[in-house]
């Protein structure tokens, strides 16, 4: 349901690049790009991120807010969709951080809906992390600035949504009031209706789990018109499952494979692989009760593969369970088979317990710790007004001194005067020794850097001037040697061999010269440097390299553009050598003294918080901190790699 919500953001799509600016080309540019990334956001994610990281990198250059904040949206979506949750909220909230601050100053309509549909994206990403408190927060957030828009579709899904989480909360009768409201929307003017098959199930699964099946199957034959609508097959899923539970409880298990099986196609599509283990749980249970054990376990087996992919505890002890009983129905045989998964089982379960004793112990550290606090607190004040006591005693008695000896009293005065002001002079001293040692790390850091280079380009000038040179001169003795020679036909071949071989010598090593200091950085800049790169690159099979740039009319300083040159070499390298990569994108993008590098690619992924830190991670890592900036790795196996730096140019 979050995809369907952040597909509605297409509807703001003609406002926003008009709210830039009336009749812009490059707004409204930017927000195709925008939309095409959406478009493609549930067929081919990589295309979709590449597009979306265009339109961002866009909609920054021209300082389009809305279409910075639109872009930061749809990559939280991705990043959602992905599983990789923390990821998805610090992208969402940057989007609503960008919205609000447009809104404060032009408080329309539009981005007041913009706004709720980002509050419900944090609301859904939130409940994904367990974290009720904090949807619930933002689902309520979303309903205050969606209401007063009227925007229908939106508010359809945020009831819908507000409705899962009080079901989580097994609070029935708000759930209930919630899907109700979805539902009672079908009479205003919608332009997404499809998305009211979702709320329509959800009614019927509860109205089940309420045993009135009659009821059930009555809204579920209302909605059954809406699959005719063409965007209805997203929403199929959870109306397929809706039926398949329906016909279950009702003991119609032919009919409720049928459902079972159009609904995990579907989930299947959207690439949900938590959906596809729950219909694969559903399909097993199905099986089972038609007496094919074959197929059960297969659907079994398939579902605990992936329940452990994505190490789902409780999903895994249901299977384990099933699994159990299966074999035990299967007679004596099937003994040994039933002892090995219960006791999978009860490894499962005790991990089950261990993690929810650690959160109970989480819990209680909390409490105390607030109690803790809240103790600290009351004795802080407590010695507050001890001294405030103390301080008045004192000042009565200084005032009754210095009646009796003003002359001492303005001793006292100047002797109070030098001691503030030896504690302001030692502040200042200590804060300089930090500005100070913080300079001598960076200058340090400027001093390796700058030596790595001097000795590049050093090696590069002898491997160009001295070994070229010999090579060259070579080559010319071979050419003359080969004119005046008649060398018999496989003698000749193996001369020629000899020569091409050199050739590729030759430019290999102008090659690993050009890299160690190009003359195109050093003559042209940073931008014709950076193309030459990409270019080399993709002359090979794979990856190809596409490189873009904007708002980079003029040069930057040179230090920053050797340490950027470093930067995309490194990543580059990276990408050659672990990612196996069809396509990478780098973009360099300029905004004011802002500086963004992103470089991208539709590789294997890994997974960041498991990998170890090589050299080349730390030497990125370092250039990032001399460049005083920020460096953020996503990624994920089989889900291609995204590293972007963010930095400021130093003032002049």
Not at 325 to 336: S, V
């Amino acid at each position: 349901m979050l995809a369907a919500f952040v597909r509605l953001l297409l509807l703001a799509g003609p406002l926003l690049a008009r709210a830039a600016g009336p009749g812009s080309p490059a707004t409204e540019a930017a927000w195709q790009a925008l939309k095409s990334g959406q478009a493609a956001l549930h067929t081919d994610t990589a295309q979709a991120g590449r597009r979306i990281r265009q339109a961002l990198a866009r909609s920054q250059a021209l300082g389009f807010t809305e279409g910075v904040g639109g872009a930061y949206l749809l990559l939280g979506q991705l990043q959602a969709d992905r599983g990789h949750y923390p990821a998805a909220l610090r992208l969402y909230h940057r989007a609503e951080q960008l919205f609000t601050a447009r809104y404060r100053t032009h408080p329309t309509p539009r981005l007041q809906s913009n706004l709720g549909i980002v509050a419900n994206c944090i609301g859904v990403a939130e409940r994904e992390q367990g974290h009720a408190q904090q949807s619930i927060v933002a689902y309520l957030r979303a309903a205050d600035y969606i209401t007063a828009t009227r925007n229908y579709d939106a508010l359809l899904v945020l009831y819908y949504n507000l409705a899962n989480c009080f079901g989580e909360l097994d609070q029935r009768p708000q759930q209930l009031a919630y899907l109700q409201r979805s539902i009672a929307l079908r009479a205003q003017p919608l332009q997404h209706p499809e998305q009211l098959l979702s709320p329509y199930a959800g009614l019927a699964l509860l109205l089940l789990e309420q045993r009135q099946p009659q009821e059930a199957w009555r809204y579920l034959e209302q909605a059954r018109h809406i699959l005719a609508l063409p965007q209805a097959k997203y929403h199929q899923a959870a109306y397929e499952r809706a039926r398949g539970i329906y016909f279950f409880e009702t003991k119609q298990y032919q009919r409720a494979q049928a459902s079972f099986r159009a609904a995990l196609a579907a989930v299947q599509q959207q690439g949900n692989a938590k959906h596809v283990a729950d219909m694969l749980l559903a399909l097993g249970r199905t099986a089972r009760q038609l007496g094919n054990y074959r197929a059960a376990s297969a659907y079994l087996h398939q579902g605990l593969r992936l329940a452990r992919a994505q190490q789902n505890l409780p999903l895994q002890a249901t299977l384990l369970d099933l699994l159990a009983e299966q074999e035990e129905a299967q007679g004596a045989r099937h003994a040994p088979a039933v002892l090995a998964y219960f006791k999978q089982l009860k490894a499962v379960e005790s991990r089950l317990e261990s993690e929810q004793t650690k959160r109970t112990i989480l819990q209680l550290e909390t409490r105390y710790r607030t109690r803790h606090q809240q103790q600290e607190i009351r004795l802080l004040r407590a010695r507050q007004a001890a001294q405030q006591q103390e301080l008045q005693r004192r000042t009565t008695l200084n005032y009754t001194a210095l009646a009796l000896l003003g002359a001492l009293g303005l001793g006292y005065a100047a002797l109070h005067a030098r001691q503030k002001l030896a504690v302001q002079q030692q502040a200042m001293q200590t804060r300089k020794i930090e500005e100070l040692e913080q300079e001598r790390q960076r200058l340090a850091l400027e001093a390796m850097l700058r030596g790595q280079d001097e000795e590049r380009r050093r090696l590069a000038r002898d491997l160009h001037d001295g070994l070229g040179g010999m090579l060259s001169t070579v080559k010319y003795y071979l050419g003359t040697v080969r004119a005046g020679l008649a060398l018999p036909g496989a003698s000749a071949q193996l001369f020629g061999r000899a020569l091409h071989h050199l050739d590729n010598a030759t430019g290999e090593l102008r090659r690993v010269a050009r890299d160690m200091m190009p003359e195109a950085l050093q003559q042209f800049g940073l931008v014709p440097a950076l193309q030459d790169v990409c270019d080399a690159l993709s002359h090979g099979q794979r990856p190809r390299v596409q490189f873009q740039a904007y708002g980079l009319t003029e040069r930057l300083p040179q230090r920053v553009e050797v340490v950027v040159y470093r930067l995309v070499q490194e990543l580059l390298h990276n990408v050659r050598k672990h990612a196996n990569a069809g396509q990478v994108i780098v973009q360099l993008v300029r905004t004011g003294p802002h500086i963004q590098l992103v470089v991208e690619d539709d590789g294997q992924g890994f997974e960041p918080g498991a990998t170890h830190s090589g050299v080349g991670l730390h030497s990125i890592q370092a250039r990032v901190d001399y460049l005083r900036g920020t460096l953020e790795i996503l990624s994920g196996p089989g889900q291609g790699t995204t590293v972007t730096i963010e930095f400021s140019l130093p003032e002049a």
